[in-house]
């Protein structure tokens, strides 16, 4: 099973950006698709964005569409999460996952392998 660490998360305030990093020591990454999910206290986890193998496809939530860029780069195993004009509602703990056979899934149940997640908290 791919190994994911992510990293980036940290306290901001209302309308700061910060960049979320997933990477993988190993394993054939080009191949995945890649997505982006957060959990906030006592919600359920949800989508936030996801992106096909090639980087060529990408889908967001609509609560970040034009706010967040989910990108690839293949070459460094690693897969971004731009996030700008933070909210305070964006506060959870965000999660990358790999799915490996891709079938534009959204669906967090339908992917593989899961990071750790990292904090992100957006002060009012």
């Known amino acids: 099973q791919v190994q994911l660490v992510e990293s980036g998360g940290r306290l901001v305030q209302a309308g700061d950006s910060l960049r979320l990093s997933c990477a993988t020591p190993r394993g054939t990454f080009s191949t995945y698709a890649m997505g982006w999910f957060r959990q906030a206290p006592g919600k359920e986890r949800e989508f936030v964005a996801r992106i096909n193998w090639s980087g060529d496809s990408t889908r967001y939530a609509d609560s970040v569409k034009g706010r967040f860029t989910i990108s690839r780069d293949n070459a460094k195993n690693t897969v971004y999460l731009q996030m700008n004009s933070l909210k305070p509602e964006d506060t959870a703990v965000y999660y990358c996952?790999?799915?490996?056979?891709?079938?534009?899934?959204?669906?967090?149940?339908?992917?593989?392998?899961w990071g750790q997640g990292t904090q992100v908290t957006v002060s009012s």
């Open positions: 996952a790999a799915k490996y056979f891709d079938s534009g899934t959204s669906d967090w149940r339908q992917f593989n392998a």
